[in-house]
């Protein structure tokens, strides 16, 4: 369809970054991104209130863990895939 991908970069540019999600074909592979945000369950080890009990036993097995303080919704990065649509 002509001008489908003009279409799809406004509804990116409307969303909130941490709900994009874009699928597409290029050039022969098949591309896929889709943000990492943080959703109510990631914050019992990513939030700003992390229980004692869990906070000791992070500190315990990943001593340089730094990814805590985040609020619900923040963007935290994407997941991207590339794949070959040629056999
Ligand atoms: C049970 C605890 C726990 C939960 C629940 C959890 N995480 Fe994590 N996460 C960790 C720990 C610990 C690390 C650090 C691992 C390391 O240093 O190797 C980590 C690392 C990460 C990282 C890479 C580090 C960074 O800041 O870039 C991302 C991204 C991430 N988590 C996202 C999420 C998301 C999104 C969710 C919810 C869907 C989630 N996590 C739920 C414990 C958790």
Redesign the pocket.
Known sequence: MPGSGRCLNVSVNVLPLAGMHQADVLGGEQRLMTA????Q??L???GRAIEPE?AAL?DQ??P????RGFGEGEL??AFTLRRSLEH
């Open positions: 990492i945000a943080m959703a369950p990631c019992a080890c990513h869990l992070i097995r990943y340089d863990d730094q990814a935290r990065g």
